[in-house]
């Protein structure tokens, strides 16, 4: 039985067609499916928190609103995703105890911090925009709820990272300060947004089974050349400079040129020892502390409608 139920998954997966929860799928497929969406969810939501730094402070009502928004997307984007993974059997409670005790992993990318509002314009245009670039591709994955997951989750992104472009462009046709700032702001984002797409492939440990089941379309390297050659003409747009001065077009092997990112970096923001770290779980733990009353309300209440239908 288990042969055939094998042979089912493999011919489905070769005809492109997605895995449902209710199919047989092998453990191991479930298990990459449950790290990988859980670690996504979990970036979602420790990503509220380098943005949410600024919504007090954002230098207009107009900005204020949409910055509300977007972290509100992002609150969105992390339940989605949770309930995604939620299909492949382990619970929410199973996944927030696994991320406010940093037994799990999330995007590198939110441990840094976000000292000047320019920040908000470089999250968007570089975060985001590495966020796209690694998650169109995910619209096809072929575990079915989270490839639908990722069709409304990059419209969403798309437009969190025009925004960003647009809070750059606005100080970029600011003041000399200003458009300092932004050069500055650019300066601190742009390697780390080169690390979100994970390590280089002769390093990517899980990359050859992903792409054997269909969950990865293209490799780690693949999708970071793809998205400098999406970032260099608008950094020309914007008049900022890309701080790498090795990075040009190789037109004998078609591909951009760059400096070796700083992978010691990398590795040691994914050991919990980035400059952030510590305070995106603290801060975590006590938002879940804080919201257990909720928690409890909802449960009594539920058990009380539960009751009441009952009679
Ligand atoms: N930050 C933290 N951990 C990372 C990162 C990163 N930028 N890149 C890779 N890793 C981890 C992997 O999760 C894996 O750890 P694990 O085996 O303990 O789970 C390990 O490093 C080795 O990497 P790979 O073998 O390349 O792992 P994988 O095949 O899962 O590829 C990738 C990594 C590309 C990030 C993939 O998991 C993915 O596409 N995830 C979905 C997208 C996502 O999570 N985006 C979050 C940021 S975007 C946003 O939230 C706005």
């Known amino acids: ?33 449950v790290r990988q969406i859980s670690q996504h969810g979990h970036s979602e939501i420790i990503g509220m928190q380098p943005e949410g730094n ?32 939620q299909t492949l059997g382990i619970t929410r409670e199973e996944m927030t105890q696994q991320l406010i005790e940093g037994r799990a992993k999330y995007s590198s990318i939110f441990n840094y911090p976000t000292p000047s509002w320019a920040d908000m314009g470089a999250i968007g245009w570089l975060v985001d925009g590495a966020a796209i670039c690694n998650q169109v591709p995910l619209c096809r994955a072929s ?12 419209k969403e992104e798309s437009f969190h990272q025009r925004q960003g472009f647009e809070i750059l462009l606005t100080l970029m046709r600011g003041t000399r300060a200003q458009q300092a700032m932004a050069q500055e702001s650019v300066d601190r984002w742009y390697w780390p947004s080169l690390m979100m797409f994970g390590p280089p492939d002769e390093h990517s440990p899980n990359s050859a ?18 998205f400098v050659g999406m970032l260099v003409p608008q950094a020309a747009a914007l008049g900022v400079t890309l701080p790498d001065p090795e990075l040009r077009w190789n037109e004998a092997e078609g591909r951009w040129d760059m400096s070796e990112i700083d992978w010691t970096e990398f590795r040691e923001v994914l050991a919990g020892r980035g400059p952030m770290n510590a305070e995106r779980l603290r801060a975590r733990r006590a938002a879940h502390e804080d919201g257990a009353w909720v928690r409890e309300a909802a449960a009594a209440y539920a058990q009380k409608r539960s009751a009441a239908e009952a009679v």
């Not at 575990?143 to 990059?154: D, K, L, N, S, T």
Request: proline share 4%; charged share 30%; net charge positive.
């Open 209 to 226: 089974q992903s792409t054997a089941w269909k969950i990865k379309r293209f490799s780690n390297d693949e999708l970071r050349q793809r």
């Open 1 to 33: 039985e288990d042969t055939r139920a094998q042979e089912r998954f493999d011919a489905l997966i070769a005809a492109d067609s997605r895995i449902e929860p209710r199919d047989w799928m092998p453990d191991a497929y479930r298990r990459t499916l």
């Open 143 to 154: 575990y079915g709820p989270y490839a639908r997951a990722m069709v409304r989750i990059c």
């Open 54 to 85: 600024w919504i007090t402070r954002a230098p207009s009502l107009k900005r204020k609103a949409i910055l509300m928004a977007k972290v509100q997307d992002e609150a969105g984007h992390g339940l989605y995703l949770y309930s995604a993974a």
